[in-house]
């Protein structure tokens, strides 16, 4: 299900409503106590809304933290992988 939802949420029909409907998605998950949430179009394993704030807040930081942000995506995408043994 996690996989249907980050497709969709990547989709590029679906970009113009990605931040409205990752929010909806993010209080559906809390709402029922999934231990998951969406970030930057990715669902990770992380519940603590100061995680998720501090996350965002770090990627949406401005270029001259880029190697930071670059950082931090790329281990946003390895937290998101459910494949990993």
Not at 56 to 67: E, G, I, R, T, V
Not at 74 to 81: E, G, I, V, W, Y
């Amino acid at each position: 299900m996690y996989d249907t939802v980050e497709y969709l949420i990547g989709n590029e029909n679906v970009a113009r409503y990605k931040i409205p409907l990752s929010n909806a998605l993010n209080e559906v998950f809390a709402k029922h106590r999934a231990a998951y949430r969406l970030i930057d179009g990715l669902v990770v394993d992380i519940t603590s809304e100061q995680e998720i704030d501090s996350i965002q807040n770090a990627l949406d930081s401005p270029d001259k933290f880029a190697p930071v942000s670059e950082h931090l995506a790329k281990a946003l995408r390895l937290m998101s992988d459910r494949q990993v043994n």
